[in-house]
């Protein structure tokens, strides 16, 4: 296992000390990250003391350590998963190649701009959470928003670690455009559509951690077969952060739910709102809404960037070991199209046999489309055992899309065809309005601060973090 440095002001498994002028650029960029930080980061908070934990070695039996720390000086550091001896690229036309440490000088365009794009993600979510915590359900909860924006933090590190260490000028450049741009600023916005949407109240968060940081997860499972290595060993450590991220959201929604249950079922008409709690068809549409705007980051469904990325081997398949064919030279991908016609209607359909590479898009997609199914199945299980009869459901990729082959159309929740007409009488049935947004956070307007108390519109969490109670006081409030 390679040496872990916790001494230096950059913590690092990467002997940073042995490369002075790396050590040196990076010195210079963490002061601009700490500005960047404490203009962008939780506003309210950034004197409190907050359990959490940090990252320390990819040592799998205690990778991380827990103690409270005011987020100012958590210690975000540079941590590479282990070096594979003799590791071997595994798909695309460099496919039984050895892995390159170095990148190869044809690619470089192409790698800088996938490690841009992933790392401009990271400082955008932190952008986006920055006020949610002044309307907090609980203590427990505050502390877990917490850990995702400092983790999202050090992704941008991992980030900028590689663009310092790899991509010479371009790559110090593109490190400080990071710390530029910002989430919904219509000057100088992040670089994908979801990280530029608003994320105002608590419920957004969940959908946010469950849907948009599991697109993460797939970019970095696809990220993790690069031939590029360094790439690969990054991304493989951040998996294990992210999956966190997901935690947070999938139990954040299922708490949601179990506790609109609870609410529905004291009342006589069976009204969740009556009782202060989210009503079901109001998740149904912050779920459509994070569910498709999470879609459009992967892509377009037919990609000849998706193609060039596989066939360099910059860029796989998530566990691309599952997968037969490594080159999937010859294999196609049939996939339904939509004709436009005037005025933005769908005047029909053709089929297209997408040769295979250039379908990676919509593969990946599928990946993440199954897997956010389980969680909403998970979700279902809680509201029949409570014996109603909704149904939270995933709307049809088609739905509400701004991306690919389906943007400037319009579809209902099943994929049906819309005019345009139809879709402005329908769309507040399916997408939060204005006053839900306003319902919504009128629940959340007075945030939660004692250890020992909940939010009415959410459930207790089955236990606490680390084998600490729930009623741990996970953040120490300063003054
Ligand atoms: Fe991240
Ligand atoms: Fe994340």
């Given at each position: 296992m390679s040496a872990v440095i916790n001494s230096e002001r950059i913590p690092n498994n990467v002997d940073l000390a042995s490369d002075k002028k790396l050590q040196r650029a990076l010195e210079a960029w963490q002061p601009k990250f700490l500005d960047w930080w404490r203009e962008t980061g939780p506003e309210g908070?950034?004197?409190d003391d907050i359990y959490l934990r940090t990252?320390?070695?990819?040592d799998h039996e205690g990778w991380a350590h827990f103690d409270y720390v005011k987020m100012p000086e958590y210690r975000w550091g540079i941590f590479l998963a282990d070096r594979v001896p003799d590791r071997k690229i595994g798909f695309g036309d460099h496919l039984g190649e050895p892995a390159w440490q170095e990148v190869p000088g044809e690619l470089r365009n192409m790698l800088r701009r996938l490690v841009v794009t992933q790392g401009d993600t990271e400082p955008a979510s932190v952008e986006q959470q920055r006020l949610l915590g002044q309307s907090c359900p609980s203590v427990y909860d505050l502390r877990n928003l917490f850990q995702v924006n400092v983790e999202e933090g050090r992704h941008l590190w991992a980030m900028v670690y590689l663009l310092h260490s790899h991509f010479g000028r371009d790559g110090r450049e593109e490190a400080e455009a990071l710390l530029e741009r910002r989430s919904g600023d219509p000057d100088k916005p992040r670089i994908l559509g979801a990280f530029n949407e608003p994320c105002t109240n608590w419920l957004s968060f969940f959908m946010f951690t469950y849907f948009t940081d599991r697109d993460g997860k797939y970019q970095l499972l696809a990220l993790?077969?690069?031939?590029?290595?360094?790439?690969s060993r990054t991304t493989r450590f951040m998996l294990t952060e992210e999956a966190h991220h997901m935690f947070v959201g999938e139990t954040g929604l299922l708490r949601v739910v179990q506790r609109t249950c609870e609410l529905m079922k004291r009342n006589k008409n069976e009204d969740a709102r009556a009782e202060g709690g989210v009503d079901l068809p109001t998740m149904q549409k912050y779920l459509n809404l994070w569910y498709s705007l999470s879609l459009d980051l992967f892509g377009g469904e037919i990609s000849s960037n998706a193609a060039s990325f596989f066939a360099s081997s910059v860029k796989g398949r998530a566990k691309e070991e599952s997968y037969e064919d490594h080159r999937a030279?010859?294999?196609?991908?049939?996939?339904?199209?939509?004709?436009?016609?005037?005025?933005?209607?769908?005047?029909?359909?053709?089929?297209e046999e997408v040769p295979l590479r250039n379908a990676m898009n919509e593969v990946l997609r599928d990946e993440y489309v199954s897997d956010s199914q389980r969680?909403?199945?998970k979700m279902n299980?809680?509201?029949?055992e409570a014996g109603v009869p909704f149904r939270l459901r995933l709307p049809s990729r088609r739905f509400h899309r701004s991306s690919g082959i389906y943007a400037g159309l319009h579809f209902d929740v099943d994929g049906n065809p819309l005019s345009k007409e139809?879709?402005?009488?329908q769309r507040d049935a399916w997408l939060p309005t204005a006053s839900d947004e306003a319902y919504v956070k009128s629940l959340m307007e007075k945030p939660v601060f004692d250890p020992k108390q909940m939010a009415n519109w959410i459930a207790a969490p089955a236990k606490g973090l680390k084998g600490k109670p729930v009623d741990f006081e996970y953040v120490r409030r300063s003054g």
């Open positions: 908070f950034q004197a990252a320390i070695s990819v993790a077969e690069s031939g590029f290595d360094p790439l030279i010859d294999g196609v991908y049939p996939i339904e199209v939509p004709v436009a016609a005037a005025g933005g209607a769908v005047a029909g359909w053709r089929r969680g909403i199945d299980r809680v509201i029949e139809a879709w402005e009488r």
